[in-house]
C-alpha cells in the first residue's frame, strides 16, 4: 500500500487506535471490578437507577447511550452513499454476512452453546435470556470501531464509510424486524412497542442528530477542521459514558457473576466462534469473488464486529438491568476487541496470499496515489 494511500485512509477515516482503546479489555475488567463492587456496597442507589424509567426505556441509560452513540455517527457521511456502486461486489459481499449470516448464525451458536452444550452450567432461568443478549449483540453491525479496524488492515477508505453509511440506513429498517423474527422462533416475548422505541431512540433520532451536526459544523469556515476538532473532543465523553454504562450493568449483575463467574466464559464461546466464522466467510468470499484486499479487509471486519452500545441499549429496555441478555451484551463488549485485534492481523498477515489469486487488483490499483 503506498504511503499516499495510508494518508488518504486516515483523513478520510479519522482513525487512529490510541492507548485508551487498545487497553478497552483491560478498562471494561476495571469496571467490571468497580461495578460489582459498587453494587455490593450501594445496592440501594443502583435499585433508585432502575426505576427511573419511562415505557421500560431507563433514562440514565438513555442519555449514556446517546453520549456514546451520536460522537460515532457524526463520522458518518451519509451522501457517501451515492458511491456505492464503486466497491459493488465487497459491499455485496458485507451485506450478505451482515444480513443473512450474522444474525441467523449467532441464534444457531447461541442454540447449541447456551440451550443445548453449556445448560447444566447455566442458570436455567436465564437460558432464553442469554440467547436473546447474543442475538441482540449480532443483528446490528459495527459503526464506530470499523473505522479503527479498517485503518489498521489498511482498507480502503471510501469503501469503509460507504458501507457503514449504508448499514447505518438499513438498519432503521431491518433492526427490529430481524430480533423480532429471532427472538420469535425462540419463544421470547417480544414487547414491539419497547423494540421500536429503543429503534427510534438509538438508532433514527441519533442518526438524524449526527447528520445534522455534522452538516452545521461543515457549511462553516474550517468545516472540515472544526468537524475533526468536535469529533476529538466528544471521544472522551463517549468511552467515558460506555464505561458508566457498563459499571451500572455489572452493579446489577453482580450477585450473579459472584455465584457463577463461569457464566461470563461460556457466553464468550459462541461470539468468539461467530467473530471468526463472520470474518473467515467475508475474507473467503470477498477473494472468490476478486474483490481488491484492500476492501476485504474492511468487509470481513465489518461483517464480523457488531454494534454493542445499540445491543446493550436494546437489551436493557427489553429485559432490564438484571438480565441474563444485558450480561451477554457485556460480555461482547468484554472480548470484542481483541478479537478484532486478532482478526486484523490474520487480514494483514494473509495480504500476499489474496492476492496471488488471478484477477485481483493490488494494493496500488485499489488506492492509488494521490
Given at each position: ?6 494518508v488518504s485512509a486516515k483523513k478520510s477515516t479519522g482513525a487512529t487506535m490510541g492507548v ?73 459481499v458485507t451485506l450478505f454476512i451482515n444480513w443473512a449470516v450474522k444474525p441467523f448464525s ?141 459499571v451500572l450493568l455489572f452493579g446489577f449483575q453482580g450477585k450473579q457473576i459472584i455465584a ?111
Amino acid at each position: 500500500m503506498t504511503v499516499q494511500c495510508e494518508v488518504s485512509a486516515k483523513k478520510s477515516t479519522g482513525a487512529t487506535m490510541g492507548v485508551f482503546e487498545r487497553y478497552l479489555s483491560l478498562w471494561i475488567t476495571l469496571c467490571i471490578v468497580a461495578g460489582i463492587t459498587l453494587g455490593h456496597f450501594l445496592p440501594l442507589l443502583f435499585q433508585s437507577i432502575s426505576r427511573l424509567e419511562i415505557a421500560q426505556i431507563n433514562l440514565p441509560v438513555a442519555i449514556l447511550l446517546w453520549l456514546m452513540i451520536v460522537p460515532m455517527l457524526i463520522k458518518v457521511d451519509l451522501k457517501a452513499l451515492k458511491n456505492v456502486g464503486e466497491h459493488w461486489r465487497g459491499i455485496s459481499v458485507t451485506l450478505f454476512i451482515n444480513w443473512a449470516v450474522k444474525p441467523f448464525s449467532m441464534a444457531l451458536l447461541g442454540w447449541f452453546f447456551i440451550a443445548w452444550l453449556f445448560r447444566d452450567w447455566l442458570p436455567a432461568e436465564q437460558i432464553d435470556s442469554y440467547i436473546a443478549g447474543l442475538i441482540l449483540l449480532a443483528a446490528a453491525p459495527c459503526t464506530a470501531m470499523v473505522f479503527v479496524w479498517s485503518n489498521l488492515s489498511r482498507g480502503e477508505p471510501h469503501f469503509t464509510l460507504t458501507q457503514v453509511a449504508l448499514n447505518d440506513v438499513i438498519m432503521v429498517f431491518a433492526f427490529a424486524p430481524i430480533v423480532a423474527l429471532l427472538l420469535g422462533i425462540t419463544a421470547i416475548h417480544v414487547p414491539w412497542d419497547t423494540l421500536l422505541l429503543s429503534v427510534l431512540l438509538y438508532i433514527v433520532v441519533p442518526l438524524i442528530i449526527a447528520n445534522i451536526w455534522r452538516r452545521l459544523l461543515l457549511a462553516t469556515d474550517n468545516g472540515e477542521q472544526k468537524l475533526a476538532t468536535t469529533i476529538k473532543r466528544l471521544h472522551p465523553w463517549s468511552l467515558g459514558a460506555l464505561l458508566t454504562t457498563l459499571v451500572l450493568l455489572f452493579g446489577f449483575q453482580g450477585k450473579q457473576i459472584i455465584a457463577q463467574p463461569l457464566v461470563i466464559l461460556l457466553l464468550a464461546v459462541p461470539i468468539l466462534i461467530q467473530v471468526l466464522f463472520n470474518s473467515t466467510l467475508a475474507y473467503l468470499l470477498n477473494r472468490a469473488v476478486k474483490s481488491p484486499h484492500c476492501v476485504a479487509g474492511p468487509s470481513a471486519l465489518i461483517g464480523a464486529s457488531n454494534f454493542f452500545e445499540l445491543a446493550v441499549a436494546t437489551a436493557i429496555a427489553l429485559f432490564g438491568f438484571e438480565s441474563g441478555a444485558a450480561l451477554a451484551t457485556v460480555v461482547g463488549v468484554l472480548i470484542e476487541v481483541p478479537l478484532m485485534l486478532f482478526a486484523v492481523r490474520m487480514v494483514n498477515a494473509t495480504a500476499v496470499w489474496y492476492e496471488q489469486r488471478e484477477g485481483i487488483a493490488s494494493y496500488q490499483q485499489c488506492c492509488p496515489p494521490g
